[in-house]
Protein backbone atom coordinates (compact mmCIF):
# COMPACT_ATOMS: atom_id res chain seq x y z
CA UNK A 1 0.00 0.00 0.00
CA UNK A 2 1.43 3.05 -0.95
CA UNK A 3 2.76 5.28 2.03
CA UNK A 4 3.47 8.85 2.51
CA UNK A 5 6.46 10.58 4.32
CA UNK A 6 5.20 13.46 6.75
CA UNK A 7 7.11 14.92 9.68
CA UNK A 8 9.42 12.47 9.05
CA UNK A 9 6.96 9.63 9.89
CA UNK A 10 4.95 7.13 7.45
CA UNK A 11 1.14 7.22 6.90
CA UNK A 12 -1.31 5.51 4.61
CA UNK A 13 -4.29 7.68 2.93
CA UNK A 14 -6.82 5.59 3.89
CA UNK A 15 -10.74 6.52 4.06
CA UNK A 16 -13.00 4.60 6.79
CA UNK A 17 -14.47 2.36 4.17
CA UNK A 18 -10.96 1.07 2.84
CA UNK A 19 -9.66 0.63 6.88
CA UNK A 20 -12.73 -1.59 7.36
CA UNK A 21 -11.98 -3.39 4.03
CA UNK A 22 -8.19 -3.74 5.22
CA UNK A 23 -10.02 -5.32 9.24
CA UNK A 24 -12.48 -7.51 6.83
CA UNK A 25 -9.02 -9.26 4.67
CA UNK A 26 -7.66 -9.55 7.92
CA UNK A 27 -9.93 -11.54 9.68
CA UNK A 28 -11.01 -13.77 6.43
CA UNK A 29 -7.24 -14.43 6.10
CA UNK A 30 -7.33 -15.28 9.73
CA UNK A 31 -3.75 -12.86 10.32
CA UNK A 32 -2.41 -10.58 13.25
CA UNK A 33 -2.12 -7.29 11.76
CA UNK A 34 -1.88 -4.25 13.78
CA UNK A 35 -3.14 -1.13 12.61
CA UNK A 36 -1.93 1.92 14.35
CA UNK A 37 -2.53 5.91 13.94
CA UNK A 38 -0.68 8.90 13.70
CA UNK A 39 -1.63 12.69 14.92
CA UNK A 40 0.62 15.67 15.92
CA UNK A 41 0.88 14.31 19.45
CA UNK A 42 2.15 10.47 18.14
CA UNK A 43 4.58 12.43 16.23
CA UNK A 44 6.50 14.37 18.73
CA UNK A 45 5.81 10.84 21.02
CA UNK A 46 8.03 9.21 17.36
CA UNK A 47 10.60 11.13 17.67
CA UNK A 48 11.63 11.33 21.19
CA UNK A 49 10.86 7.71 22.59
CA UNK A 50 12.68 4.52 21.19
CA UNK A 51 9.68 2.29 22.06
CA UNK A 52 7.48 4.26 20.00
CA UNK A 53 9.64 3.75 17.21
CA UNK A 54 9.13 0.19 17.49
CA UNK A 55 5.94 -0.35 17.53
CA UNK A 56 5.33 1.90 14.50
CA UNK A 57 7.54 -0.58 12.78
CA UNK A 58 5.62 -3.38 13.58
CA UNK A 59 1.95 -1.79 12.29
CA UNK A 60 1.36 -3.04 9.26
CA UNK A 61 -1.37 0.05 8.28
CA UNK A 62 -0.83 3.65 9.52
CA UNK A 63 -4.02 6.12 9.44
CA UNK A 64 -4.35 9.36 10.04
CA UNK A 65 -5.80 11.00 12.71
CA UNK A 66 -5.41 14.65 12.75
CA UNK A 67 -6.60 17.33 10.12
CA UNK A 68 -3.70 19.28 10.37
CA UNK A 69 -1.58 16.66 9.11
CA UNK A 70 -4.13 16.13 6.25
CA UNK A 71 -4.15 20.16 6.01
CA UNK A 72 0.44 19.58 5.92
CA UNK A 73 -0.36 16.49 3.23
CA UNK A 74 -2.52 18.83 0.99
CA UNK A 75 0.16 21.83 1.26
CA UNK A 76 2.77 19.49 -0.15
CA UNK A 77 0.68 18.88 -2.70
CA UNK A 78 0.53 15.17 -2.04
CA UNK A 79 -3.47 14.69 -2.63
CA UNK A 80 -4.81 14.04 0.34
CA UNK A 81 -8.27 15.06 1.70
CA UNK A 82 -10.70 15.08 4.68
CA UNK A 83 -11.83 11.83 4.13
CA UNK A 84 -8.41 10.78 4.65
CA UNK A 85 -8.68 11.54 8.64
CA UNK A 86 -9.89 9.14 10.35
CA UNK A 87 -11.03 9.70 14.29
CA UNK A 88 -12.21 7.03 15.86
CA UNK A 89 -15.40 8.58 16.99
CA UNK A 90 -16.46 8.75 13.48
CA UNK A 91 -15.22 5.04 12.86
CA UNK A 92 -16.80 3.26 15.29
CA UNK A 93 -20.35 2.52 14.55
CA UNK A 94 -19.38 1.90 11.38
CA UNK A 95 -17.09 -0.86 12.32
CA UNK A 96 -19.66 -2.05 14.85
CA UNK A 97 -22.65 -2.40 12.02
CA UNK A 98 -19.82 -4.45 10.09
CA UNK A 99 -18.84 -6.47 13.06
CA UNK A 100 -22.31 -7.40 13.85
CA UNK A 101 -22.88 -8.32 10.44
CA UNK A 102 -20.37 -10.67 10.27
CA UNK A 103 -20.66 -11.76 13.66
CA UNK A 104 -17.68 -10.75 14.94
CA UNK A 105 -16.47 -10.53 18.37
CA UNK A 106 -14.88 -7.20 19.37
CA UNK A 107 -12.69 -6.53 23.08
CA UNK A 108 -12.25 -3.11 23.98
CA UNK A 109 -9.03 -2.74 27.00
CA UNK A 110 -8.84 0.43 28.02
CA UNK A 111 -10.55 3.19 30.29
CA UNK A 112 -11.45 3.51 34.08
CA UNK A 113 -13.27 0.45 35.37
CA UNK A 114 -17.35 0.92 34.33
CA UNK A 115 -16.40 3.71 31.53
CA UNK A 116 -16.07 1.00 28.80
CA UNK A 117 -19.60 -1.22 30.22
CA UNK A 118 -21.19 2.12 29.79
CA UNK A 119 -20.09 2.66 26.41
CA UNK A 120 -20.88 -0.91 25.22
CA UNK A 121 -24.37 -0.67 26.96
CA UNK A 122 -24.96 2.13 24.44
CA UNK A 123 -23.52 -0.03 21.55
CA UNK A 124 -25.42 -2.81 22.38
CA UNK A 125 -28.74 -0.61 22.06
CA UNK A 126 -27.79 0.06 18.65
CA UNK A 127 -26.61 -3.64 17.23
CA UNK A 128 -28.51 -6.13 20.14
CA UNK A 129 -26.27 -9.03 18.40
CA UNK A 130 -23.15 -7.63 18.69
CA UNK A 131 -20.67 -9.90 20.75
CA UNK A 132 -18.56 -7.75 23.00
CA UNK A 133 -16.35 -7.70 25.94
CA UNK A 134 -14.64 -5.15 28.01
CA UNK A 135 -11.62 -5.02 30.36
CA UNK A 136 -10.58 -1.55 31.76
CA UNK A 137 -7.06 -0.32 31.55
CA UNK A 138 -6.26 0.58 34.93
CA UNK A 139 -3.98 -2.48 35.95
CA UNK A 140 0.02 -3.14 36.06
CA UNK A 141 0.85 -4.35 32.76
CA UNK A 142 3.89 -5.79 33.97
CA UNK A 143 2.61 -7.86 36.99
CA UNK A 144 -0.03 -10.63 37.28
CA UNK A 145 -3.00 -8.64 36.53
CA UNK A 146 -1.86 -8.37 32.78
CA UNK A 147 -1.59 -12.28 32.76
CA UNK A 148 -4.99 -12.20 34.17
CA UNK A 149 -6.02 -9.73 31.42
CA UNK A 150 -4.24 -11.57 28.58
CA UNK A 151 -6.41 -14.99 29.41
CA UNK A 152 -9.53 -13.10 29.46
CA UNK A 153 -8.35 -11.75 26.13
CA UNK A 154 -7.79 -15.35 24.85
CA UNK A 155 -10.63 -17.20 26.96
CA UNK A 156 -13.48 -14.20 24.26
CA UNK A 157 -11.40 -15.30 20.86
CA UNK A 158 -12.18 -11.74 19.57
CA UNK A 159 -11.84 -10.74 15.89
CA UNK A 160 -10.75 -7.61 16.61
CA UNK A 161 -9.12 -5.97 20.13
CA UNK A 162 -9.58 -2.43 20.39
CA UNK A 163 -6.77 -0.87 22.91
CA UNK A 164 -7.83 2.76 24.56
CA UNK A 165 -5.25 3.36 27.10
CA UNK A 166 -3.73 6.86 25.68
CA UNK A 167 -0.75 7.25 24.43
CA UNK A 168 1.80 6.11 24.40
CA UNK A 169 0.79 3.33 26.96
CA UNK A 170 -1.64 1.77 24.65
CA UNK A 171 1.41 1.54 22.37
CA UNK A 172 3.66 -0.10 25.06
CA UNK A 173 1.44 -2.66 26.00
CA UNK A 174 0.88 -3.78 22.11
CA UNK A 175 4.15 -4.05 22.11
CA UNK A 176 5.14 -6.06 24.68
CA UNK A 177 2.09 -8.52 24.33
CA UNK A 178 1.59 -8.96 20.74
CA UNK A 179 3.03 -12.22 20.64
CA UNK A 180 0.69 -13.56 23.11
CA UNK A 181 -2.47 -11.93 21.36
CA UNK A 182 -4.48 -14.44 19.98
CA UNK A 183 -6.46 -12.11 17.51
CA UNK A 184 -6.99 -10.55 13.84
CA UNK A 185 -6.75 -7.01 14.32
CA UNK A 186 -5.00 -4.37 17.02
CA UNK A 187 -5.97 -1.25 17.03
CA UNK A 188 -5.15 1.78 18.95
CA UNK A 189 -8.29 3.64 20.03
CA UNK A 190 -7.55 6.39 22.34
CA UNK A 191 -10.33 7.40 24.31
CA UNK A 192 -13.10 6.93 21.97
CA UNK A 193 -15.12 4.45 24.37
CA UNK A 194 -14.49 7.72 27.13
CA UNK A 195 -16.58 9.76 24.62
CA UNK A 196 -18.95 6.97 23.27
CA UNK A 197 -19.70 6.57 27.40
CA UNK A 198 -20.12 10.85 28.09
CA UNK A 199 -17.11 10.81 30.16
CA UNK A 200 -15.61 13.12 28.02
CA UNK A 201 -17.61 15.63 25.82
CA UNK A 202 -17.75 14.62 22.27
CA UNK A 203 -16.44 17.59 19.82
CA UNK A 204 -18.86 18.85 17.24
CA UNK A 205 -18.29 16.50 14.38
CA UNK A 206 -17.93 19.72 11.79
CA UNK A 207 -14.72 21.44 14.27
CA UNK A 208 -12.88 17.68 13.10
CA UNK A 209 -13.32 18.36 9.47
CA UNK A 210 -11.84 22.23 9.55
CA UNK A 211 -8.95 20.90 12.06
CA UNK A 212 -10.47 22.92 14.88
CA UNK A 213 -11.28 20.00 17.08
CA UNK A 214 -8.40 20.15 19.08
CA UNK A 215 -9.73 23.70 20.34
CA UNK A 216 -13.25 22.32 22.19
CA UNK A 217 -10.99 19.54 23.85
CA UNK A 218 -8.41 22.04 25.17
CA UNK A 219 -11.56 24.25 26.78
CA UNK A 220 -13.14 21.42 28.60
CA UNK A 221 -9.30 19.56 29.82
CA UNK A 222 -6.71 22.36 29.78
CA UNK A 223 -4.49 20.76 32.46
CA UNK A 224 -4.05 17.36 29.99
CA UNK A 225 -3.73 18.85 27.12
CA UNK A 226 -2.39 22.29 27.20
CA UNK A 227 1.10 20.59 26.39
CA UNK A 228 -0.20 18.80 23.96
CA UNK A 229 -1.67 21.24 21.43
CA UNK A 230 0.38 24.66 22.57
CA UNK A 231 3.96 23.30 23.33
CA UNK A 232 4.46 19.93 21.32
CA UNK A 233 4.04 21.19 17.66
CA UNK A 234 6.52 24.04 18.18
CA UNK A 235 9.20 20.83 18.39
CA UNK A 236 7.58 19.97 15.15
CA UNK A 237 8.74 23.10 12.80
CA UNK A 238 12.24 21.51 11.81
CA UNK A 239 10.41 18.41 10.88
CA UNK A 240 8.09 20.79 8.59
CA UNK A 241 10.68 22.07 7.03
CA UNK A 242 12.77 18.96 6.12
CA UNK A 243 9.57 18.27 4.48
CA UNK A 244 9.50 21.60 2.52
CA UNK A 245 13.06 21.26 1.31
CA UNK A 246 12.12 17.95 0.13
CA UNK A 247 9.82 18.70 -1.29
CA UNK A 248 11.41 21.84 -3.39
CA UNK A 249 14.61 19.67 -4.16
CA UNK A 250 12.12 16.96 -6.07
CA UNK A 251 11.01 20.25 -8.73
Known amino acids: ?65 GMPLVFWAYLLGLGLQAKNRITYVDWLKPMMRKAA ?4 RIFYLGGRPGVAEKALRKIKDEFPDLKTQCHHGFFDMHGASNQEVLAEITRFQPQLLLVGMGMPRQ ?41 MEWVYRLAHEPGRLWKRYLWEPWFLLPLGFRDVVRLLKKK
Open 1 to 65: MTHYSLLGVKVNALTISELNQLIGQAVDRKQKSIIANHNLHSVYLFHRQAKMRSFYGLADYIHID
Open 171 to 211: EYWILDNVADLTVNVVLTSGACFDYLAGVIPTPPRWLGKIG
Open 101 to 104: ENNW
